[in-house]
């Protein structure tokens, strides 16, 4: 046990150091994910015409302070699910071969990809932190004040999830490239797939009755649902059972990510030499 | 430099038992041109590939043994059987005691697959970043990894480089990291596929000197695949020829000369600068460069030719040499070649 807490640590402590290589490149990609926000927030202003002499009130139960808020909130669970490159890594990896360490060596592929993926997450962070900030300080008017502990707790823990679930369910898709070699395009599905229905793009409950029907799946709890547990929007109650949910949706994702791997080197060739 | 032997050794049994074992690759025949590609889209015609069919073989425990054949003879799946990267169709193999395939952490800590054409290192970190992981990995106690760190760059001449990110290093210096990186769990089974590939001399002679010494001094056992001979000639005593997935030799590397070629060379010196017309109804004159002269003939002729060409010409040295092991396996392997398209 406490050697394998150490192989992770420094699975992790290696992970770090290679990521802060190419600190230009790290730094710009960072700071260029932060142009979109600026864009969207300008977007949703012309939807709610704040700039006219007639301003919405209102849009499906929405101000635009509310939207705004909801926006940047989905943004922070964003920033926690999404996983760039893993399932294409995965795949690039199956094609040519380079997974042969991960099969010869003690190591878990899975439980190394993990914390390669913590590794990438804590650089994001630290260079991220500062301008979420900024933006979230410049914005603070739209937030209506802080709400209760036992919601901020439920809000960092469904971070956490968001985590977790993404990273299965891309490690998911990357994994079937033992049978399709070639994920890109289900990884494109995936990618159009998620910005609509894990509620990036708008709040899940603007979708109506199509939107009772995304509730069941485990998009959601990429981005609509830690975003709308910080806006107040579920009870202390609800919040169990959405997080209970979640927790049962990782124990899915993580299984099939088993049965995936271990069926997959099964069918794996080896190819590349 | 002697190494410190920190793990006993199973002596007096084979380290590796492969018997009838069997992988076959379904591959993807698609016929040209861009109508084909369509039609592929909706069905395919796969072809079955034996890649290995029915291998048996016993390697002992600190053998080293040579893997030899043609480009998709079969070498690289069987080593990629043995270290239980891919699954047979069927058939059995035990590497100390374990089924590769099964992928059991408590065998995977006992070997180590180099491929020469796969980097196991971090490519944008100094080798010893890569070390420290394996060192963990591997859970190599720290004064055995600090010891077998030093002794490995010591005899490999690349202390100096182990602070240098991996993607600055020669490709020599990089297959040298990755030798050092295979045994610092210092393995019971090396399994080495190409470790020389595109390495200059110098290069390819250290790492050859290496493994030779390595290998004597730990007696751990060692597949090796390379289509370069000298590093077989230098290297191994016992060579499998494998091609088209069967084994056609398994013996001793002086037996495979005797057994395949039917040819022998003699080299002549003649007293003046001439060189004889007539020398082709003595063999096959394979290289001349006056006053010296290469023939191959008939080994069962050699007594006669020998006896004629001495007392027909006035020749000042002669020698009679085994080709090289290069030119027969490549000789039989075309054989076999034109065999099989007949």
């Known amino acids: ?273 | 430099m002697v190494f410190n032997r920190d793990k006993p050794y199973d002596t007096g049994m084979a380290a590796i038992r492969v018997r009838d074992l069997t992988k076959v690759y379904q591959v993807y025949r698609k016929r040209e041109g861009l109508l084909a590609s369509l039609a592929g889209l909706l069905h395919r015609e796969y072809k079955d590939v034996r890649a290995v069919d029915g291998v048996g073989f016993e390697i002992e425990t600190g053998e080293m043994v040579a893997f030899l054949g043609p480009n998709g003879a079969g070498k690289t799946t069987t080593l990629k059987l043995l270290a239980g990267l891919i699954h047979p169709t069927s058939g059995e193999a035990q590497v100390l005691g374990h089924v590769p395939w099964k992928r059991e952490n408590a065998y995977r800590r006992r070997f180590s697959l180099v491929m020469g054409q796969k980097n196991q290192l971090w490519w944008d970190l100094p080798a010893q970043e890569s070390f420290r992981l394996h060192k963990e990995i591997y859970r190599i106690e720290a004064g055995a990894f600090d010891r077998r760190r030093d002794e490995l760059t010591s005899l490999l001449e690349v202390a100096h480089l182990v602070g240098q990110p991996v993607r600055e290093l020669s490709l020599g210096e990089r297959m040298r990291m990755e030798l050092i990186a295979a045994l610092l769990h210092s393995p019971d089974v090396l399994l080495l596929d190409e470790p020389t590939i595109g390495l200059d001399v110098v290069s390819q002679r250290r790492v050859q000197e290496f493994l030779k010494f390595y290998q004597a001094e730990r007696k751990i056992t060692v597949v090796l695949t390379s289509h370069y001979m000298k590093d077989v000639e230098a290297l191994c005593r016992r060579a499998i020829i494998i091609n088209e997935g069967v084994i056609k030799h398994d013996g001793p590397l002086a037996d495979i000369v005797d057994r395949f070629s039917r040819h022998k060379i003699v080299e002549l010196q003649f007293t003046g600068s001439e060189i004889p017309p007539d020398l082709d109804r003595y063999g096959t004159v394979t290289e001349t460069r006056p006053p010296r002269v290469k023939l191959n003939v008939s080994r069962h002729q050699i007594p006669e030719i020998l006896s004629s060409l001495l007392s027909r010409y006035s020749i000042e040295d002669v020698s009679v040499q085994d080709r090289p092991l290069e030119d027969v396996i490549a000789e039989m392997f075309i054989n076999q070649q034109q065999r099989t398209k007949k």
């Open chain 1, 1 to 273: 046990m406490l050697a394998s807490v150490r192989v992770n640590w420094i699975i992790l402590r290696t992970c770090l150091e290679e990521r802060l290589v190419y600190r230009a490149d790290f730094a710009f990609a960072t700071l260029v994910r932060f142009l979109p926000i600026v864009t969207q927030i300008f977007l949703w202003g012309a939807i709610y015409g704040i700039h006219t002499s007639h301003p919405q009130g209102d849009l499906n139960g929405y101000s635009y302070e509310d939207m705004v808020t909801y926006y940047l909130l989905a943004m922070v669970g964003r920033a926690f699910s999404s996983m760039p490159g893993l399932a294409s890594g995965i795949a690039r990896d199956v094609r040519d071969g380079t997974i042969n360490k991960f099969l010869t060596q003690p190591i878990d592929m899975l439980g190394y990809l993990f914390w390669h993926r913590v590794a990438h997450k804590l650089v994001y962070y630290f260079v991220a932190t500062g301008p979420f900030l900024l933006v979230f300080y410049l914005c603070r008017s739209y937030f209506s004040g802080w709400p209760d502990w036992l919601t901020i707790a439920a809000w960092v823990l469904s971070l956490l999830m968001a985590f977790l679930v993404g990273f299965l369910i891309e490690s998911l898709i990357g994994l079937v490239s033992f049978w399709f070699l070639e994920v890109s395009s289900l990884l494109f599905i995936y990618m159009m797939i998620n910005y609509f229905l894990s509620g990036h793009m708008i709040p899940l409950d603007w979708l109506g009755t199509f939107g009772d029907w995304v509730q069941y799946l485990p998009f959601k709890y990429l981005a609509y649902v830690p975003a709308a547990i910080m806006q107040g929007r579920y009870s202390h109650a609800e919040l169990q059972a959405e997080l209970s949910v979640e927790c049962c949706w990782i124990v899915v994702l993580f299984v099939a990510n088993r049965v995936a791997f271990v069926r997959g080197v099964r069918q794996y060739a080896a190819f590349g030499g």
